[in-house]
């Protein structure tokens, strides 16, 4: 009994936070203020390769018969 | 070099497009049939009893009601057309045969349909659907489309014989056309050109919106002419370019490119004749109409095509041309709004250098020519660039 | 005690991102304690609300989200905001072939991706704008809507990353053979055949068009990609991006070939050109007709689509089967029957449980995706709402002043202006113009039935249904706001767009002619610079002011700002 009390006692609480997340939408600020821009930078340093290297090769007709 | 024969005329006929010889077809009895763009077949509209113009708006100032209603972010070339419609200067059309290849030009053709703007009581604006393709099924497709929404409405309202016999002797005198304009074009292949590219602007685009029948004498003396005509000793131009790009249906942009010391060797453009010149061949079995419709497709380079293998053959194709006429150069001149050429512009540019060794200039320009200082300047500093690449690479040698 | 300098900073950003300011004339002192209980109960009425004063700054973040009333509160909470992030978890492993492969690879795919990191996590907020201000069924079936989308995404970005060369060392995987990529344009309804084998995957669909309407910020980069290469700017949008993504090195390459379209304009063809130059694959285009009710147009459609089909088969050795297309085909009627169901109630009743932006998107997702299993849930869910609202006669948008038709294509990054212009003027969208695209049941009882109503399937696709073929398409306005009982349009102005562009003077005369309340709404598609939200906002608030002569519902929405905002 004690041990479902005290399971039931940390849902709540789980459940107690995580509407605290979402009414104050701490999610949503975590996102914008920490994430968001961590990874912007994160893809603005990264090393890309230049696909204008790409070769231009002439093509035959993909329905060409054999 | 000494003028050529007629060209004073055939410049004059450009400044309208209810020009003389416009007027003398109608007077004839003639049914004038208005175009807009290489997928609509010329040779149809040159049956006999009609006669095809390839719609121009010459000497356009600004098309104040064509804006509005098509606001001023779509291509001058359209809104100026629409303008010129409004202010009366197509009046003469019997028909529009319009196609949907490219948006704004079917707006404008679309305009035609639903305002009263042609006034002319048998007026009709009728729309050919146009394939993507170079394929079988396309031309097909083209073919039925070109006999549902031209053959049957010419004769529909005009009584235009349409017939195979008919066909074929309109392909006759279009080829005839062709084999002269490819003629006088040659001579741009010299070494020393003894025609420049101005000038065979001025004669393509006649052949484009005058009767056929009014200046055929006039090409074959051109042609003669052009036998005889001797180069200047001191040529003007210092390089030779090719022009490519969207719609160019003005002779003084050529000019404006040649005065800057670029000779325009190749016109590889909407109402250019590379191609757009080349002969019909009807095959044997074939009916003059699937000749039309095969060659109409096959030899066009539009960027509306859109297999993979036709996509890339233009590039290919242009590098082809620039070397045929011993070009240094390629101009790829895009109309400001023009969204194929938008693109074909922007992959032309990297491609053509990286690829085939060819220089180009790119630019973006109005239908009505404003900005012709900055065109000269960049025209200058192209030019320029390909001398010192030609004297770096006698140097090397 | 001295409050120290940091503390003072800390306890003003603390009231800046978590302390709503009381309004100005607020009576101080005596509480009615009565209304406080029923506002908590039932939430505030519509025009007390003041949605205005829950943003932060121009961020578009809340102070705290809206209290709509404890069961909608509740059910905010549990089943859409809970509920969404639990599935996405879950979705992400099912999707992933497995709880660790997919989280590995959801991982790979976000450190990879722009458009993965930066977008899609900060979905629920793109649910928070769309729902803003909504209570009772119509929170209830616009959020199922939204969940869908947001499944069919997880989908399509899992089955990517899970077969993506770029981050499996180059390799080609079993799976990478077996996908087709092609343009987000080309119906999933032609892959119909191929469907338990192999796997088509829209290459734009992800990358570029849902991220528009997520985080509008994400797409700018790859239309300045896009021009940095010679592009002039004034092409359309879309098109630009779709291409940037490849400029920046960041689409995914998942698939050995490529099949693209003519859907919806010159700028999709245009766009094809360099997308095959990066690409460097097998591609067949597969374009349609311009002129489409002209019936002698529909066998070279058709022949097309037969061809496509040949090019899978050649490709892929995997042959065309003819009981999985009607298979799916028929699942797919079953979804284009209810849309008409909504459409009939949308028309015709004040029921209509779903708004303006979910209604839209959903459509264009769905019915441009193609047949999935998502899509039949959500609509069971949708249909017992919608019974329960119609049988009840329960008012969806009880602060409706006007039933607006938006017509021409929408500003994706603020598809939810309709619910602001609910929230602050009673302006109920009720229908779109691209909802109504993809009319078109597909028969399967004969091969040739089948083909014939598929390729008009096919040239009613979103846009290009009204845009080409001919001015009666796109005037067609007058009979669907007839048919929709609509009294307002709103029509966006896509500044890039040619063809809509090149009729604007008609439908300027015609509005006039035919007395109709018209507000144009200017927009450049995906990018929000050019016309940004809070000016879309002063066009119609102005519009509402100065020729309705009407006073907001909500005074706090007409001016707020948001440029920072997803």
Same mark, same amino acid.
């Given at each position: 009994?004690?041990?479902?009390?005290?399971i039931f006692g940390?849902l709540?609480?789980?459940?107690?936070a995580l509407f605290?997340?979402?009414y104050?939408?701490l999610?949503?600020?975590?996102?914008?203020y920490?994430f968001e821009?961590?990874?912007?930078?994160r893809?603005?340093?990264m090393?890309?390769?230049?696909?204008?290297k790409?070769?231009y090769?002439?093509k035959?007709?993909?329905?060409?018969e054999? | 070099?000494?003028?050529?024969?007629h060209?004073i005329e055939?410049?004059?006929?450009?400044?309208e497009?209810?020009?003389a010889?416009?007027?003398?077809?109608?007077?004839?009895g003639l049914?004038?049939?208005?175009?807009t763009?290489?997928?609509?077949p010329?040779v149809?509209?040159?049956?006999p009893? &009609?006669?095809?113009v390839?719609?121009?708006?010459?000497?356009s100032?600004?098309?104040?009601?064509a804006?509005y209603?098509m606001?001023?972010r779509?291509?001058l070339?359209?809104?100026?057309l629409l303008?010129?419609?409004?202010?009366?200067g197509?009046?003469?059309?019997?028909?529009?045969?319009a196609?949907?290849?490219?948006?704004?030009?079917c707006?404008?053709?679309?305009?035609l349909q639903?305002m009263?703007?042609?006034?002319?009581?048998d007026?009709f &604006?009728?729309?050919?659907d146009?394939?993507?393709?170079?394929?079988e099924?396309?031309?097909d497709h083209?073919?039925?489309q070109l006999?549902?929404?031209?053959?049957d409405?010419?004769?529909?309202?005009?009584?235009i014989?349409?017939?195979?016999?008919?066909?074929?002797?309109?392909i006759?005198?279009?080829?005839e056309?062709?084999?002269?304009?490819?003629?006088?074009?040659?001579?741009?292949?010299l070494?020393?050109?003894?025609?420049?590219?101005?000038?065979?602007?001025?004669?393509q685009?006649?052949?484009q919106?005058?009767?056929?029948?009014?200046?055929?004498d006039?090409?074959?003396?051109?042609?003669e002419?052009?036998?005889t005509?001797?180069?200047?000793?001191k040529?003007?131009?210092?390089?030779?370019?090719?022009?490519?790009?969207?719609?160019?249906?003005d002779?003084?942009?050529?000019?404006?490119?040649e005065?800057?010391?670029a000779l325009v060797?190749a016109?590889r453009?909407?109402?250019?004749s590379?191609p757009?010149r080349?002969?019909?061949?009807?095959g044997e079995?074939?009916?003059?109409?699937?000749a039309?419709?095969?060659h109409y497709?096959?030899?066009?380079?539009?960027?509306?095509?859109?297999?993979?293998?036709?996509?890339?053959?233009?590039?290919?194709?242009?590098?082809d041309?620039a070397r045929?006429?011993?070009?240094?150069?390629?101009v790829?001149?895009q109309m400001?709004?023009?969204e194929?050429w938008?693109?074909?512009?922007t992959?032309?540019?990297?491609i053509?250098p990286?690829?085939?060794?060819i220089?180009?200039c790119?630019?973006?320009k109005?239908?009505?020519?404003n900005a012709v200082?900055q065109?000269r300047t960049r025209?200058q500093a192209?030019?320029?660039s390909?001398?010192?690449?030609?004297?770096?690479?006698?140097?090397?040698k | 005690?001295?409050?120290s300098?940091k503390?003072k900073?800390?306890?003003?950003?603390?009231k800046?991102l978590f302390?709503v300011?009381?309004p100005?004339?607020?009576?101080?002192?005596?509480?009615?304690i009565?209304?406080?209980?029923?506002? $908590?109960w039932?939430?505030?009425?519509?025009?007390e609300r003041?949605?205005?004063?829950?943003?932060?700054g121009?961020?578009?973040?809340?102070?705290?989200r809206e209290?709509?009333?404890?069961?909608?509160?509740?059910?905010?909470?549990?089943?859409?905001?809970l509920?969404n992030?639990?599935?996405m978890?879950?979705?992400?492993?099912?999707?992933?072939?497995?709880?660790?492969?997919?989280?590995?690879?959801?991982s790979k795919?976000?450190?990879r991706y722009?458009?993965?990191?930066?977008?899609?996590?900060t979905?629920m907020?793109?649910?928070?704008?769309?729902?803003e201000?909504?209570?009772?069924?119509?929170l209830?079936?616009?959020?199922w809507?939204?969940?869908g989308?947001?499944?069919?995404?997880?989908?399509?970005?899992q089955?990517?990353?899970?077969?993506d060369?770029k981050?499996?060392?180059?390799r080609?995987?079993?799976?990478?053979?077996?996908n087709?990529?092609h343009?987000e344009?080309?119906?999933g309804?032609?892959?119909y055949?191929?469907?338990d084998v192999?796997?088509?995957?829209p290459?734009e669909?992800?990358p570029?068009?849902?991220?528009?309407?997520?985080?509008?910020?994400?797409v700018?980069?790859?239309?300045d990609a896009?021009?940095?290469?010679g592009?002039?700017?004034?092409?359309?949008?879309m098109c630009?991006?779709?291409?940037?993504i490849?400029?920046?090195?960041?689409?995914?390459?998942?698939?050995?070939?490529?099949?693209?379209?003519?859907?919806?304009c010159?700028?999709?063809?245009?766009t094809?050109?360099i997308q095959?130059w $990066?690409?460097?694959?097998p591609l067949?285009a597969m374009?349609?007709?311009?002129?489409?009710d002209?019936?002698?147009?529909?066998e070279?459609?058709?022949?097309?689509?037969?061809e496509?089909?040949?090019f899978?088969?050649?490709q892929?050795?995997?042959?065309?089967n003819?009981?999985?297309?009607?298979k799916?085909?028929?699942e797919?009627n079953?979804?284009?029957?209810?849309?008409?169901?909504?459409w009939?109630?949308?028309?015709n009743?004040p029921y209509?449980?779903i708004?303006?932006?979910?209604?839209?998107?959903y459509?264009?997702?769905?019915s441009?995706?193609?047949?999935?299993?998502i899509w039949?849930e959500i609509?069971?869910?949708?249909?017992?709402?919608?019974?329960?609202?119609?049988k009840?006669?329960i008012?969806?948008?009880?602060?409706?002043?006007?039933r607006?038709?938006?017509w021409?294509?929408?500003?994706l990054?603020y598809?939810?202006?309709?619910?602001?212009?609910?929230?602050?003027w009673?302006?109920?969208?009720v229908i779109?113009?691209?909802?109504?695209m993809?009319?078109?049941?597909?028969?399967?009882d004969?091969?040739?039935?089948?083909l014939?109503?598929?390729s008009?399937?096919?040239?009613?696709?979103?846009?290009?249904?009204?845009?080409?073929g001919?001015?009666?398409h796109?005037?067609?306005?007058w009979d669907?706001?007839?048919?929709?009982?609509c009294?307002?349009?709103v029509?966006?102005?896509?500044?890039?767009?040619?063809g809509m562009?090149?009729?604007?003077g008609v439908f300027?005369?015609e509005?006039r002619?035919?007395?109709i309340?018209?507000?144009?709404?200017?927009?450049a598609?995906?990018?929000k610079?050019?016309?940004?939200?809070?000016?879309?906002?002063?066009?119609i608030?102005d519009?509402?002011?100065?020729?309705?002569?009407?006073?907001?519902l909500d005074?706090t929405?007409?001016?707020?700002e948001?440029?920072?905002s997803?």
């Open positions: 009994m004690k041990i479902i009390l005290k940390i709540a609480a789980v459940y107690a605290a997340v979402f104050y939408d999610d949503g600020k975590f996102i914008y920490i821009p961590m990874m912007v930078r893809y603005d340093n090393k890309r390769e230049d696909t204008l790409t070769p090769d002439m035959e007709d993909v329905m060409k054999e | 070099m000494k003028d050529l024969k060209i055939f410049e004059d006929l450009l400044q497009a209810y020009n010889y416009v007027r003398r077809g109608k007077e004839d049914r004038a049939l208005g175009y763009c290489y997928f609509m010329e149809l509209l040159d049956l009893g &009609c006669f095809s390839r719609l121009r708006a010459p000497r100032g600004s098309p104040d009601i804006t209603y606001s001023n779509t291509c070339y359209g809104r100026c303008e010129r419609a409004l202010e009366g197509f009046n003469f059309l019997d028909a529009q045969m196609t949907e290849t490219c948006t704004v030009t707006r404008f053709q679309e305009h639903l009263d703007i042609i006034q002319n009581p007026f &604006c009728e729309f050919t146009v394939p993507f393709k170079k394929n099924n396309s031309i083209y073919e039925k006999k549902a929404h031209v053959l409405k010419l004769e529909e309202h005009f009584g014989d349409t017939s195979d016999e008919a066909l074929l002797k309109a006759e005198e279009h080829n056309v062709c084999r002269l304009i490819r003629e006088i074009g040659s001579y741009r292949k070494d020393h050109p003894t025609i420049t590219g101005t000038e065979f602007s001025i004669i685009l006649v052949t919106v005058c009767p056929k029948y009014l200046i055929i006039q090409l074959r003396e051109i042609a002419d052009l036998k005509r001797e180069p200047d000793d040529p003007a131009y210092k390089c030779r370019v090719v022009l490519t790009g969207s719609e160019e249906d002779p003084y942009f050529v000019q404006l490119i005065e800057c010391g060797v016109d453009h909407c109402y250019g590379i757009g080349e002969e019909i061949v009807v079995n074939e009916t003059p109409l699937r039309i419709a095969r497709l096959e030899t066009s380079m539009c960027p509306r095509f859109m297999e993979q293998h036709t996509m890339r053959e233009r590039k290919k194709f242009l590098a041309v045929e006429y011993k070009a240094d150069g390629i790829i001149c400001k709004f023009c194929y938008s693109y074909e512009r992959i032309d540019t990297l053509m990286r690829d085939f060794g220089p180009v790119s630019i973006e109005e239908y009505v020519n200082g065109l025209f192209f030019v320029e390909l001398e010192f690449k030609k004297i770096q690479g006698g140097a090397s | 005690m001295k409050i300098k503390a900073m800390v306890r003003d950003k603390m800046e302390v300011e009381k100005e004339n607020e009576e101080k002192g005596k509480r009615d009565k209304k406080i209980a029923r506002d $908590f039932y939430g505030k009425p519509h025009e003041r949605l205005g004063d829950l943003y932060i121009d961020t578009g973040l809340y102070k705290h209290w709509r009333g404890f069961v909608d509160t509740m059910y905010y909470f549990n089943m859409i905001w509920y992030y639990g599935h978890v879950m979705d992400i492993m099912k999707f992933g072939g497995g709880p660790v492969k997919g989280v590995v690879n959801f795919g976000l450190m722009r458009w993965m990191g930066q977008t899609y996590l979905v907020h793109w649910f928070d704008r769309g729902l201000g909504m209570r009772g069924p119509i209830r079936g616009s959020a809507h939204y969940r989308m947001v499944c069919e995404t997880i989908r399509q970005f089955e990517m990353f899970a077969s060369k981050l499996h060392g180059g080609e995987s079993e799976q990478w053979k077996h087709i990529a343009n344009t080309v119906s309804s032609i892959f055949g191929f469907h192999l796997e088509d995957i290459l669909m992800i570029y068009f849902v991220t528009c309407h997520v985080n509008n910020h994400t700018l980069n790859y239309i896009a021009q940095s290469i592009l002039p700017s004034d092409p359309c949008p630009q991006a779709e291409y940037g490849f400029v920046l090195d960041d689409y995914p390459d998942f698939a050995p070939t490529m099949i693209t379209s003519n859907e919806a010159d700028g999709s063809v245009a094809s050109v095959d $990066f690409l460097n694959r067949f374009p349609q007709p311009m002129r489409y002209d019936p002698l147009v529909q070279h459609c058709q022949r097309e689509i037969e496509c089909w040949k899978i088969e050649q892929y050795g995997v042959p065309f003819w009981e999985m297309y009607c799916y085909a028929e797919q079953k979804l284009t029957a209810f849309e008409h169901e909504k009939d109630v949308a028309a009743t209509y449980p708004n303006g932006v979910a209604q839209a998107l459509r264009i997702y769905y441009q995706d193609g047949n999935r299993p039949h609509d069971a869910h949708v249909r017992k709402i919608m019974n329960h609202t119609v009840n006669k008012v969806t948008l009880p602060k409706t002043r006007h607006v038709i938006a021409s294509c929408a500003p990054y598809s939810s202006w309709c619910t602001w212009a609910y929230n602050c009673g302006l109920n969208c779109n113009m691209d909802s109504l993809f009319d078109q049941f597909l028969r399967t004969t091969y040739e039935h089948a014939e109503d598929l008009w399937y096919n040239e009613k696709a979103p846009m290009r249904a009204m845009a080409v001919g001015h009666e796109i005037l067609s306005l669907y706001m007839e048919r929709f009982n009294d307002m349009v029509m966006y102005d896509q500044l890039q767009c040619k562009q090149g009729i604007h300027e005369d509005f002619k035919r007395n309340h018209a507000i144009w709404v200017p927009h598609l995906p990018d610079r050019t016309v940004s939200r809070k000016e879309i906002r002063k066009i608030s519009y509402m002011i100065t020729v309705m002569r009407e006073e907001p005074p929405l007409v001016d707020f948001d440029d920072s997803w």
